[in-house]
């Protein structure tokens, strides 16, 4: 290559740099100078090129305060360091430079500006956030910027999305078959915000045939938000069954397997909750790049946490009192003081953080209102994997088979051999490690204090002996039961009176049928 077609090239490539910068001096002073009505119209006049990449970097520059302007130039001034606003090169600072001052009503502008150049982000999450953000703040002086974004978009989804907000720009319009197009439009929506909108733009419609367009796409709208919340309350419920379920597969093999009334039931699932939280702590502390794998680690331990608890419970105080279910009931009520009280001493009264991993935060949204939290799911997804787990330890190895002709005929099974006083520490062990297990699960979806097993005691027996003592399947139903049954009364009546009503529910049902949902049959009766 000779030097004069090096030359060529230089001079080739230096006017394409020229002409990507295609802000102005003139442009950049109008922005940056003068009353805000002028600098906002200079604003969205520079906006409606659309595809400027010099004008980002100035935008975030003026709300950086890194603006300066002289009587020859606007300059973006960062680390002592100037350069043209206009060209990006660098030139020194003058003396007489004077910093660019915004109010409020200007740093809204700039940064609905900003929010307008991000849909033409490279990233899809970028523009993504661009498009919501503008929600709020698009006016019809942005048209033009929208209709180049959703020329350029090829994403269906938010293509999708930028035809809702441009119709939502449009529906102010003052022309009347603007505002009959983005009515049209906007029905198809499923946004809150839009349905917000369409009510105010109600308010002030006149013309009959619009107001006809717009009282059916806000019917439409409501009609998709209302399956949105019923989804939404169905899940919940579900999640609480899960909850629910996980708190009482314990109770049911020490009630309703072994006959205990165990009162401390609760302060085992605390325990689990506060293992959980030891178990985070010392990640945190010595394995902080493998945070996130704290959960994983925590499962096992605070199954042995609340195992090992229970197994010294059976061993030194259960065991005296089994056949004598007040004596049970009342020894156990005060193991569950003193374990609470241990728990104040070594951790204090107040409530422990508990922080989910990256990999359990945030959720999927499938509508508008309804979205799934990824820590939900997983409690959900546990609990079946835990409910499983159960099942087949009762019904197909040697220690459930122990635990089962224990229950059925403790006389016969020490007949044949069964050491009965360690099948009754194993089976107290297994449930109170169940009950350490949702402790875990617990500890990811609320807060963990010494009262945390305090609000699950009373549920769990509801689950039991509603779902008949003794029956695995039972506590399914009846777990995943209550669950949706207090969710929907809750959107009823409120949370206190949908207790109190579940409560009235299962009283009239034990009295109808005390043997539960699912009776023992045959010899098992």
């Known amino acids: 290559m000779n030097r ?19 802000l102005t001096q003139p442009q950049a002073r109008a922005i940056a100078e003068g009353d805000n009505d002028a600098r906002a119209q200079a604003l969205s006049d520079a906006l409606a090129q659309g595809d400027d990449p010099a004008l980002a970097p100035f935008v975030q520059a003026l709300l950086g305060d890194a603006v300066r302007v002289s009587p020859e130039r606007v300059l973006i001034v960062r680390d002592g360091q100037a350069v043209d606003a206009a060209t990006g090169a660098p030139v020194a600072l003058p003396e007489d430079a004077q910093d660019v001052t915004n109010n409020n009503r200007m740093r809204r502008e700039l940064q609905a500006a900003l929010a307008a150049l991000n849909l033409f982000a490279p990233d899809r999450a970028a523009r993504a956030a661009a498009i919501k953000q503008l929600r709020d703040e698009a006016d019809e002086s942005r048209l033009p910027l929208l209709d180049k974004a959703l020329e350029a978009e090829k994403d269906a989804g938010l293509k999708a999305e930028l035809g809702q907000l441009r119709a939502a720009v449009l529906v102010a319009s003052p022309e009347r078959a603007r505002r009959l197009e983005a009515a049209r439009l906007l029905a198809g929506s499923g946004e809150p915000a839009v349905r917000a909108l369409l009510l105010q733009r109600l308010d002030v419609e006149t013309d009959p045939e619009l107001r006809t367009v717009l009282q059916g796409a806000v019917r439409q709208i409501e009609s998709r938000l209302a399956w949105g919340e019923r989804a939404g309350v169905l899940v919940t419920g579900f999640s609480l069954g899960s909850i629910l379920l996980l708190a009482a597969l314990g109770l049911a093999i020490t009630y309703g397997l072994m006959g205990v009334i165990n009162m401390a039931h609760g302060e085992l699932i605390m325990i689990g909750a506060y293992a959980t939280y030891v178990v985070q702590n010392a990640f945190r502390a010595w394995l902080p790049d493998f945070f996130g794998a704290y959960v994983l680690v925590a499962i096992p331990v605070s199954f042995l946490a609340a195992a090992a608890v229970g197994a010294v ?14 004596e049970t009931l009342l020894a156990t009520w005060g193991i569950s003081l003193v374990l ?18 990256d990999w359990l935060s945030g959720g999927v949204a499938l509508a508008s209102n309804l979205t799934l939290p990824y820590n939900r799911l997983a409690i959900i997804v546990f609990a079946a994997l835990v409910l499983a787990g159960v099942a087949l ?21 020490a007949c044949v051999g069964i050491h009965t006083a360690r099948v009754d520490t194993w089976a107290f062990a297994l449930g109170a490690g169940l009950a350490g297990l949702a402790g875990c699960a617990l500890s990811q979806v609320g807060n963990v204090g010494p009262d945390l097993g305090q609000g699950y005691i009373v549920d769990s027996f509801m689950v039991v002996v509603l779902g008949g003592v003794g029956q695995l399947a039972g506590t399914v139903w009846a777990a995943l039961g209550l ?43």
């Open 4 to 22: 004069l077609t090096r030359c060529l090239l230089a001079l080739l490539l230096a006017w394409l740099g020229l002409s990507a910068h295609a």
């Open 313 to 326: 419970l059976e061993r030194f105080i259960i065991r005296w009192l089994y056949g004598r279910p007040l």
């Open 340 to 357: 609470m009280q241990a728990v104040r001493s070594l951790f204090g009264a107040q409530n422990v953080p508990v922080e989910n991993p």
């Open 393 to 413: 330890l009762i019904s197909k190895t040697r220690l459930g088979l122990f635990v089962r002709g224990v229950t059925q005929n403790r006389r016969m099974a």
């Open 483 to 525: 669950g949706l049954l207090n969710k929907l009364l809750e959107g009823l009546t409120g949370a206190v009176l949908a207790k109190i009503m579940v409560l009235v529910f299962i009283v009239v049902f034990i009295q109808k049928r005390p043997q539960g949902l699912f009776a023992l049959k045959g010899r098992e009766a």
